[in-house]
């Protein structure tokens, strides 16, 4: 990196949680409305995936102690010693060629309504319960929408579901459940050790776990203060709540060897994503694509292309599935896919992260075709669906690909037509999704399908300083023009104001990037250094106000959320009695006012999974000393690709920046992609 200096001396010493979304555009459906049509759309998947799995469990047989007993509570409920749950246990499944795909139904038309608000009397009789227990009267709404019809007994029956409300945690449900219940309840109570299990399995799903190892669970839940964890989830699994599985793991020794497994539980939405996206995968590996261009186009197409983007070209012409890699730079290549595929008259589009994202990659290509993912999905923007209920593409490309969650994954994967192609695009080297799995290293891992690696490098002192870290170096590079900067500060007092002069000042003058083109990055929101503290600072130096609307004035620049993961730069314009007015990507968003301070951030600093999918011109990097423990290779990689032009680092954390790229790798997740995939794709994992 440059030695340390800021861009310019200032001429005077003047002095937020994940969100992530996409704007509908060109629809008169609002994305919030879009994003929950999908949704309900996933869950009656489910409901048919679950009415489909009525086969009994056929492996098993030779495990013993916590997985035996296990799997003993699932057959207990099969037989009817307990009341009937949808539960099953995943034996090593025989190699079979993939299924046919599940086809979702049409998205539904445009302005339809999301799923209906829980009824007046039941959030009123929800509200009654947590009066009694103490418990907020606020949370009565989302309470009833998370526990549906009789969600008011349920709760005085089990006070523990409380801990399904988002927010809620543990010692909040032992409080509500002390005063429903008195002397009835304590730390060992069965209800409670259910509703822990799968707390603890919804916390991990953010965190990119599909499933938990039993241990890791039970562990867990010991350091919840229950007393008999192997019990709670043995609770939990012949109820219903939650799922488990013995997965294989190496080879048996000798034929009267036990075949090694480990033993998982996970919930049953990421269970069936996951089953659903191998097959959906598996299907577009073992098939042919639709002869759609005569292969001497495809060859022409190849030939008039450079180095990489020939090999994407005709990997893409030959294969259902393919895996392109590479930096901002490398962007080129898909673009250079579709076009090639324009010219040759395929319903060719690819889908991005972000709508950042989307209009950069707009501006690579000849033509239009360029969504989001969520706004594809949604029905918001794309090419919309054949009769079927399949994206009517023959081409799609998916960019940003480290950032699909298997649910998201399952979901593009099913909804592509028999005969097409789908292309992978992304760099490994960032954060993974916000949400469960990491389908995209998964895939690479397990080398099932073609890949091409770009050899188009990100020019200049950035793209050598990101290509570094991305192989666990930090490097010292020539920034000549100032595209690397370090400002070094003592304590977070001092980040602070450096970040606001940076922004405000010497980042302007020094570089010519203005203010509202300047994104901070640091590494969480709370903090002396995270986005709240910073956020109040650049709004008192950028754009002073009383916060009139909810705590924003019309100029803010906030980061709005429409679903969990999901984050959508944009602006305030205003307000009135439907709700806070946002500028997000060129179109007008209303927030309701009841889902502002949920959903609306200040935006001059977000974290770096927020970022992710985004650039700037320019970037600041905060790394005060506590922000350590949060530093990783793929978190440092990432905050400073976010820069186009310019990166100031304000350093506060020492020799850490430097150990944390050689020696922090991502945080291991636990999925079950490969084992799942494996079987029903010749030579995966080989």
């Known amino acids: 990196m440059s030695t340390p200096e800021t861009p310019e001396e200032p001429r005077s010493a003047d002095d937020g949680t994940p969100a992530d979304g996409t704007p509908a555009e060109g629809a008169q459906v609002s994305e919030a409305e879009a994003e929950l049509a999908a949704q309900r759309l996933e869950r009656e998947r489910i409901e048919r995936r679950k009415a489909e799995r009525q086969g009994p469990i056929e492996a098993g047989t030779k495990l013993s102690g916590t997985a035996a007993e296990l799997l003993a509570a699932v057959r207990a409920v099969e037989s009817g010693e307990k009341p009937p749950a949808t539960v099953f246990e995943e034996a090593r499944p025989a190699r079979r060629p993939a299924p046919e795909p599940v086809r979702r139904a049409p998205v539904v038309p445009e302005g339809s309504p999301g799923p209906a608000a829980p009824a007046e009397g039941t959030v009123g009789e929800v509200r009654e319960v947590l009066t009694r227990g103490g418990a907020p009267a606020a949370l009565a709404a989302p309470a009833a929408a998370a526990l549906g019809e009789g969600s008011a007994e349920l709760l005085r029956e089990d006070p523990w579901q409380l801990l399904r409300v988002p927010g809620v945690r543990p010692e909040q449900a032992d409080g509500f459940a002390r005063a429903l219940l008195g002397g009835d309840t304590g730390p060992g109570d069965e209800r409670r050790g259910r509703a822990l299990t799968v707390w603890l399995l919804e916390q991990a799903a953010p965190a990119g776990h599909t499933a938990l190892e039993m241990a890791a669970l039970t562990e867990a839940l010991g350091r919840q203060g229950v007393p008999d964890p192997e019990d709670a989830v043995r609770n939990a699994v012949a109820e219903g709540d939650v799922l488990v599985f013995q997965d294989a793991i190496g080879e048996a020794v000798g034929e009267d060897e036990e075949q090694p497994v480990r033993v998982l539980v996970g919930l049953e939405r990421c269970a069936l994503a996951e089953e659903s996206l191998a097959d959906g995968l598996a299907r577009l590996i073992n098939s042919a694509p639709k002869q759609d261009g005569a292969a001497e186009e495809w060859e022409r197409a190849a030939a008039a292309a450079e180095g990489s983007a020939a090999d994407l070209i005709r990997a893409a012409s030959r294969h259902g599935l393919v895996l392109h890699t590479g930096g901002e730079a490398a962007l080129a290549e898909p673009a250079a896919l579709l076009d090639a595929a324009h010219g040759m008259g395929l319903r060719a589009w690819a889908a991005t992260h972000s709508p950042v994202g989307r209009e950069r990659f707009a501006s690579r290509v000849d033509g239009p075709g360029v969504a989001t993912v969520a706004g594809l999905l949604s029905g918001a923007e794309g090419p919309g669906r054949d009769p079927e209920g399949a994206l009517a593409v023959d081409l799609l490309v998916v960019l940003d690909a480290p950032q699909l969650d298997v649910e998201t994954a399952a979901l593009l994967t099913e909804s592509l037509p028999d005969g097409a192609r789908l292309v992978l695009s992304g760099d490994p080297a960032v954060l993974w999704s916000v949400g469960p799995g990491r389908v995209f290293a998964d895939l690479l891992a397990a080398r099932a399908c073609p890949q091409v690696a770009s050899r188009r490098p990100d020019p200049g002192p950035l793209g050598e300083l990101v290509s570094g870290i991305g192989v666990g170096e930090l490097l010292q590079v020539e920034a000549p023009e100032k595209e690397v900067v370090i400002v070094p500060v003592r304590d977070a007092g001092e980040a602070v104001h450096r970040t606001v002069q940076l922004v405000a000042d010497s980042v ?80 007008t968003v209303v927030v309701p006012r009841d889902r502002v301070e949920q959903t609306v951030r200040h935006g001059w600093a977000l974290t770096a999974h927020q970022a992710v999918g985004s650039r700037w011109p320019a970037a600041v990097v905060v790394l005060p000393g506590d922000a350590v423990p949060a530093l990783s290779r793929p978190w440092i990689y990432t905050a400073f690709s976010r820069a186009d032009r310019h990166l100031s680092v304000v350093h506060g954390v020492d020799q850490a920046l430097q150990r944390a790229v050689a020696e922090v790798p991502a945080k291991p997740r636990t999925t079950r992609l490969p084992v799942l995939l494996a079987p029903q794709v010749p030579g995966a994992g080989e």
């Open 508 to 587: 302007p003058r020094a570089i010519g990037v203005p203010a509202e083109e300047t994104q901070v990055i640091t590494p969480g929101h709370g903090g002396a250094v995270g986005t709240r503290v910073l956020n109040a600072a650049l709004k008192e130096r950028l754009n002073p106000g009383p916060g009139r609307f909810a705590g924003f004035d019309p100029g803010d620049r906030v980061a709005w959320s429409p679903a969990p993961g999901r984050v959508l730069p944009g602006r305030v314009v205003g307000a009135d009695a439907e709700g806070l007015r946002l500028d997000c990507a060129g179109g």
